[in-house]
Structures are given as structure tokens and as C-alpha cells.
């Protein structure tokens, strides 16, 4: 039988970084409590850096980000600093599988095959990138399992939290780079590190704009909607918000 | 997988070996397993008061954050700081080297009620 999950469309909702996060966590605590689980897009504006859950505060330039506009926040989930505005993120809410298909692994695999039937229709041929990358302050500088990457590119980035019985699993598809990166609003001992950084950076990351993919947010997720439905078997509920939401953009198209 | 019959389990995968009101807690060789590569190990203070069952400890692997649940209340009286440095000895020798800290426990029922070895193998294998 399909598994029943919850759409929750906040790509016109407006809030801040940490406002975003809240809501992520409140649908992992509401999985946890016995809701139906829930797959949320949103973006971002102003842009914002997201800090793993334990990387060092003191690895942001807090006047550079000040100075672009840049919100700064935690997120719940591990990993390093990633730098959204550019992105489409995803959010997947549901109980933790028991035995092995709980693993971290298992379930970044099985969500990676949502994000890649999806990203699929859009003709982008995506895959779980395997090898793990050299560590850097940025998460898109490395490669991991719970990476997708088109021609050893990262084009998605994700991360999760495991509480009680549920997982958050929350990740960037980049759509386009913004005018300025990670590395202009993190701190570097030197600038030749920095210039290296960025060096990297823009070396293991790929856009779907620089794949010609041209889509908004709004086919993004909808495709990738579609690609969870399709690879995980789900009967798909729209909230009433939601369904105002996509009517909205719709007429406006 | 590896089950040592002389430590009792939480159905959410920490361990507990208990010897008089000390006990000393991990996470199980299924658990490590499960979460791949720890990274690191945000331990609990020395001295905290703990519930059973309360969060007292998280570990980040493969950017993924998880919960450790303490499997008996009372005081923290040791915490294992070599994992601050080398949190992968959890995953080299979960129930050696990779322990996470001691209990002293207020109820030693608590501890008398945890799973035995064949209990827990029986959550792990259920899936």
C-alpha cells in the first residue's frame, strides 16, 4: 500500500533562516509523535549561511556576511557551512526505519532515488557520490555518500538529524550561484587559502543553470515531488496552504 | 553483529554494563554501524544529573546528528575524553575503547529492567 506523506509548499512563505529551521524540526517532532510524514521546499531571501550543528561559530567572517546581507543560522543537522539563495532546499520528515534500512547510508539512498527520479524528468542524470571528499569549512567543497553529483560535480547537498524514532533529512539542489560564495563569508588564515577554496569549490560543484537546465523553483519541486512519489510509492496529501500556494503560481505563470 | 551477554541495551541501541551503582554506557555495535563514520561526539558534562532515557550525548556522522539516550538516571561521574580527539573509537571498539561515559546510577532497577543480550538482538533482528 502507498505510504500517505504530506506536502508542505513554502517556497512563497516568508521567514527567516532560524524560522526555517524551527519548522523543519517542528515536522520532525511531530513525526516523532506519530504524524504522517511530510516532504517541505522553501528558499531563501535574503540569502543565509547554514552551520553544521557543531562546526565552530568562529569559522564565519560575521562583518562579511553583515556586509552582503547575509543571514546566519544553525541548522539541526551535520556538515558544514552551506550557503543558500541560489538553492531550492528540500525537507523530508518521516519515522526512522527499524534495522538496517534505518542506517544513515540506507536512508540517504533511499531518498537519494526521489531526488534523482525527479531531477531525471528535468533530464538531469544524477548520482549518489560515493567517495568522500577532502574536509573544508564549506560542505559543497567535499564529496560524500550523502552527496548527488552529475560528472563527479556536487549538484546536491544533504544532511539529517536522527531523534527518537524519526529522521530529518533536509538538502540544497543548486540552481544557480549567487554573485558571492562560501568562501567570501568564511574565515581564512590567509587569502591564497581562500583563493584555493574557492578554487575547489567551484571546481566539485555544478548548477542546473550551467547543466542548461532552465526551471524555477516551482517545476524544481514539483518534478521532485513527482520523483519521491514515483520511486517511494506515495499517496501525496496537499495541504489546503498548499494547494492556494501552487493555484497562486499557476496564474501567475 | 556482536551482542556481549554481560551488558544490558535500550531498544535505541546504547548499552549499559553495570557493576555495583557505576555504569558504564556506549552505543552498540549495530548502532556504530548504522551511523558509518563518527566525526564527532558532543559529550556529556562531568557532573550533569541525567533521566533514563533523557538525551545526555549526540555524535555527527556522515552529516547526519544523533541522539544517545542515557539508559539508567543519575550522575555523570566519568566521561570517556579521549573522543573528543578520536571519535572513530566508537566505531573501532564500540564496547571497549569507544565507551561514552559513567553513571552513577540512583535506581539500580533501572538498570535490572534494561534488555538483556537476547532481548535487544530480538529489536535489531525484528526489522
Known sequence: MAASWRIVDDLDVVQTGAERMATDLALLADVARGGRPALRFYTWDPPALSLGRFQPADDVDEDACRARGVDVVRRPTGGRALLHGGDLTYAVAVPRPKGEAGSVAALYNTLAEGLITGLRTLGVCAQVAHHAGETSAACFASLRGSDLRVNDRKLVGSAQVHKEHAVLQHGSVLRTRLAFDECDLLRFDEEARRREARARLRASTITLEELGVDVDVSALAMALTRGFATSLDLDLQWSERSRAFVAARQARQ | ?127
Open chain 2, 1 to 127: 553483529m556482536d551482542f556481549p551477554s554481560d551488558l544490558r541495551y535500550l531498544p535505541t541501541h546504547e548499552w549499559a554494563r553495570v557493576e555495583g551503582d557505576r555504569v558504564t554506557v556506549g552505543i552498540s555495535d549495530f548502532a556504530q554501524d548504522a551511523l558509518g563514520d563518527i566525526v564527532y561526539v558532543e559529550l556529556p558534562a562531568l557532573g550533569r544529573s541525567v533521566a533514563a532515557n533523557e538525551v545526555f550525548c549526540e555524535v555527527e556522522s556522515t552529516k547526519s546528528v544523533s541522539d544517545i539516550y542515557a539508559p539508567v538516571a543519575g550522575e555523570i561521574i566519568e566521561v570517556n575524553t579521549e573522543l573528543s580527539d578520536s571519535p572513530q573509537k566508537i566505531n573501532d571498539a564500540p564496547y571497549g575503547d569507544g565507551w561514552i561515559c559513567v553513571i552513577r546510577a540512583a535506581d539500580l532497577g533501572e538498570a535490572q529492567a534494561l534488555l538483556d543480550a537476547d532481548g535487544y538482538r530480538k529489536v535489531v533482528e525484528e526489522a
